[in-house]
């Protein structure tokens, strides 16, 4: 089939796919989610992904119903029924279903699991893409990865009318991420990237991105840069894992980075050589 | 009926009330609501509270799909389809439906439109409150009643795991809300709230309070105080579209106001006259 909903057990082409108006994500965004690309019907850096939603959920006290082997299972299950070669998996947890009340009380006795699986279009890993900025307004849970997602909604809006691909965060001068991807800098050959906190979500290309820095002799410095040294870098970059690697060639409108290609694209092509061979592409 | 919802034109029970997956709200919280509690089936200071509603959805650039009258119609006559008298009226309004993808344009044609009725009480204006403090650690779009309610949800969690009613957040040192009410004390003699920034949501009730204070001659200073005056005030009390005065006696565990009891009362006495007044006139119209 052309895409796949699941919720709670049933399952159905997404535009069909109800869920109860009591849903906990319906009035308070209360649950968290994790994606990822599919190719060749292989989730990319599945594991990875699969921890990280048991995380998250822990971080806001969600226990999610179900064992990782038999999610895995089931998302896998999901992926087989649609057609083909670039997919996108989606799934998230939320709290349960209640009247609505803040507490967890009225949550019901048990979180709910959605999922989809659809065609997707992967990013052209060679282009060059355009990002505006914007002051981060966000919430101090940057490092959980929840569906209160309104302020990324809005920055990305922001980015779509100037014509650009993507928005870059900052809290005054320091750099934070962007509305969905982590951004990070190369500069005098060092990878630049902020650290791990409750700014920032802990990207899974981002920690790819790293090792991949390390087995190849890039230094990596995870501290926080600012707008000014991002603006003076050598090569400015975004990932995600929809994204995986793209190059950024230009800030609110001013040339930036494209320096030092030879760092960016080895970074990028080693992480494109690890996803071809995890999902068995040529 | 014991309760009523609506979405998008169709009406059931709550309960069985299904939405598609691929609203908005699902993946993003995308959406803006308001609340109002209702007393003899007449939702309290209603005009107010739906008119905030058009004015969250402009400023996250929804555009209601249901002129004002005719809402303030559709709530009207959910209040009074529901057997109880006192009710909680929730309306919310989500950028639309469509395959999850942050920029507007996927959201379809047309934002959609929720409400229910269900039973509910105020909160009683007789007893004594207790709180706990914690840091705000939420965005900076709180002066906007969205549904990106996750930190209200776990700093409701913590205060009911400590025996209490609410919790009050600080920047800092500074004194912003409650999880979801506004908290203001009395100090010498004056009303002391936060002023309306983007640290806090500008509430309803909060302003029929400041209102009301000025009119009986109550100085009120819309300052922000700290967690220090508020510890040391002479009173504390949060409000709430459902709290319309509650007294906070205990915050942290510490015992905090009980000194001017006779002024806290009178701004009580004053707030349930007014929502009686109004009860009788919109019941007149």
């Keep these: 089939m052309q895409n796949i909903a699941y919720y709670n057990?049933?399952?159905?082409?997404?535009?069909?796919?109800?869920?109860?108006?009591?849903?906990?994500?319906?009035?308070?965004?209360?649950?968290?989610?994790?994606?990822?690309?599919?190719?060749?019907?292989?989730?990319?850096?599945?594991?990875?992904?699969?921890?990280?939603?048991?995380?998250?959920?822990?971080?806001?006290?969600?226990?999610?119903?179900?064992?990782?082997?038999?999610?895995?299972?089931?998302?896998?299950?999901?992926?087989?029924?649609?057609?083909?070669?670039?997919?996108?998996?989606?799934?998230?947890?939320?709290?349960?279903?209640?009247?609505?009340?803040?507490?967890?009380?009225?949550?019901?006795?048990k979180p709910s699991i959605w999922a989809f699986v659809r065609p997707n279009k992967m990013r052209d890993p060679f282009g060059v893409y355009k990002c505006i900025t914007l002051e981060d307004k966000r919430f101090y849970y940057c490092n959980i990865k929840t569906i209160n997602l309104l302020p990324a909604v809005m920055a990305n809006q922001k980015a779509v009318e100037a014509g650009a691909d993507e928005t870059i965060f900052h809290r005054g001068p320091r750099v934070t991420e962007c509305s969905h991807s982590n951004v990070h800098i190369i500069k005098d050959g060092v990878l630049r990237t902020a650290p791990c906190d409750e700014l920032i979500l802990p990207g899974i290309t981002r920690k790819h991105i790293i090792a991949i820095c390390g087995k190849k002799g890039i230094p990596v410095v995870e501290e926080p840069f600012t707008v000014d040294e991002m603006m003076a870098a050598?090569?400015?970059?975004?990932?995600?894992?929809?994204?995986?690697?793209?190059?950024?060639?230009?800030?609110?409108?001013?040339?930036?980075?494209?320096?030092?290609?030879?760092?960016?694209?080895?970074?990028?092509?080693?992480?494109?050589?690890?996803?071809?061979?995890?999902?068995?592409?040529? | 009926m014991e309760n009523i919802a609506y979405y998008n034109g169709r009406v059931a029970p709550i309960e069985d009330m299904m939405i598609p997956m691929n609203e908005r709200s699902s993946y993003f919280g995308d959406g803006v609501y308001d609340a109002m509690f209702t007393v003899e089936h007449v939702p309290l200071q209603m005009d107010d509270h739906l008119r905030r509603f058009y004015r969250s959805a402009r400023r996250i650039d929804i555009d209601i799909p249901m002129p004002f009258e005719e809402l303030r119609a559709m709530v009207l006559d959910f209040c009074r389809q529901v057997d109880s008298p006192d009710q909680m009226v929730y309306v919310q309004a989500t950028r639309g439906v469509g395959m999850r993808g942050h920029a507007y344009r996927f959201a379809g044609d047309k934002p959609s439109l929720w409400v229910f009725v269900k039973p509910d009480v105020l909160d009683p204006m007789d007893r004594e409150y207790s709180c706990i403090t914690a840091e705000d650690q939420r965005y900076f779009y709180c002066d906007i009643k969205t549904i990106n309610l996750l930190p209200s949800v776990l700093y409701t969690q913590r205060a009911e795991e400590a025996g209490c009613d609410e919790t009050i957040l600080h920047r800092g040192e500074r004194v912003t809300e409650c999880a979801h009410s506004n908290v203001h004390i009395l100090k010498d003699g004056a009303l002391r709230t936060a002023p309306c920034d983007n640290l806090i949501l500008p509430g309803i009730t909060r302003a029929h309070r400041i209102a009301q204070c000025r009119e009986m001659g109550i100085p009120v200073i819309e300052e922000p105080f700290t967690v220090s005056e508020m510890m040391a005030a002479d009173e504390v009390f949060f409000t709430s579209a459902s709290a319309l005065c509650c007294r906070i006696t205990t915050i942290d565990g510490q015992r905090v106001g009980g000194r001017a009891p006779e002024l806290i009362q009178r701004i009580q006495d004053a707030a349930w006259a007014e929502a009686l007044a109004e009860v009788r006139a919109i019941r007149g119209e």
């Excluded at chain 1, 308070?28 to 989730?43: K, R």
């Excluded at chain 1, 409108?253 to 960016?264: H, I, L, R, Y």
Aim: net charge negative; with cysteine; glycine share 8%.
């Design chain 1, 234 to 282: 050598d090569e400015v970059f975004f990932s995600s894992s929809s994204a995986l690697t793209c190059r950024i060639g230009e800030i609110d409108g001013k040339p930036v980075g494209m320096k030092d290609e030879k760092t960016f694209a080895a970074i990028r092509d080693a992480y494109q050589a690890e996803l071809r061979a995890e999902c068995g592409v040529k």
């Design chain 1, 9 to 109: 057990g049933k399952v159905g082409p997404i535009e069909e796919m109800m869920v109860p108006m009591n849903d906990r994500a319906c009035y308070f965004g209360d649950g968290v989610y994790d994606a990822t690309c599919v190719v060749n019907h292989v989730p990319m850096a599945f594991d990875d992904h699969i921890d990280r939603i048991y995380r998250s959920a822990k971080l806001i006290d969600i226990d999610i119903p179900m064992p990782k082997d038999e999610m895995k299972k089931m998302l896998l299950g999901l992926i087989a029924q649609v057609e083909g070669d670039v997919l996108f998996l989606y799934w998230q947890v939320t709290r349960g279903v209640g009247m609505r009340n803040h507490p967890y009380s009225a949550a019901g006795d």
